[in-house]
């Protein structure tokens, strides 16, 4: 069965410290993707990645950057962390374009 | 714009009850459509996915149906039962590259005994 793993279900970082959010795929995909969610809002993509090292901007990709080294994984961090960065970040993969997504659990990001 | 919009917000029925969610959207090029469960504090895990040709798909008492040419969906779900409690959201998706899932806001059910 395929699997995303986000490292942690919930994190309390306090305001101004660097935050990494970790997401590991097992299904050799070559995209993966960060969402952030709020309620109201949807879904809205924050940066997502085809390929090792190449990274590409979604709608709100202020206040955070990402990091692909190796194809399994793909970092988002939070430079800064502020409190309007509390949300839920969701980890997603997908073996083409637009096909075949699969979701982490999330994590529960809560910046105090 | 490329938008997606489902309603209705908030519903609450009764256990054994069925219930219809609607998704209307306006992406284009269509490419396909998903439906998605969302528990809460959990990530999205896919119901369905229709592509232009597909009018109808079932997974298990979920039953999805999709008319392209009024760019409507709908979700049925028959005799719901408690675990049902979700948050349902509808992404469709376009031809045009990675970025390109559209996402709607969701409709929360609630299913009480």
């Known amino acids: 069965d395929v699997k995303v793993t986000q490292s942690s279900r919930y994190l309390v970082k306090r305001t101004g410290e660097k935050v990494f959010l970790e997401c590991v795929q097992d299904?050799?995909?070559?995209?993966m993707f960060w969402y952030r969610q709020d309620p109201g809002l949807g879904l809205r993509l924050i940066y997502f990645s085809y390929d090792v090292k190449m990274k590409e901007k979604g709608d709100i990709p202020e206040g955070y950057s990402v990091s692909r080294e190796k194809k399994e994984r793909f970092s988002l961090i939070l430079e800064s962390a502020s409190t309007n960065q509390t949300s839920m970040y969701l980890c997603?993969?997908?073996?083409?374009?637009?096909?075949?997504?699969?979701f982490g659990s999330g994590t529960r990001l809560t910046v105090v | 714009k490329n938008q997606v919009e489902q309603s209705p917000q908030s519903l609450i029925i009764l256990e054994g009850k069925n219930c219809t969610l609607q998704?209307?959207?306006?992406?284009?090029?269509?490419?396909?459509l998903r439906w998605y469960k969302q528990d809460t504090g959990r990530g999205p895990v896919s119901l369905t996915i229709m592509t232009f040709s597909e009018n109808t798909k079932s997974n298990g008492r979920y039953t999805a149906t999709l008319d392209a040419d009024t760019k409507q969906s709908s979700l049925h779900i028959t005799a719901s039962q408690l675990s049902d409690s979700a948050s349902y959201i509808c992404v469709v998706s376009d031809k045009t590259g990675a970025n390109n899932l559209f996402f709607g806001t969701g409709t929360r059910l609630t299913v009480i005994p």
């Open positions: 997603a993969s997908s073996l083409f374009e637009g096909y075949g997504y699969t």
């Open positions: 998704c209307n959207y306006t992406v284009s090029p269509f490419s396909n």
């Open positions: 299904m050799d995909h070559e995209n």
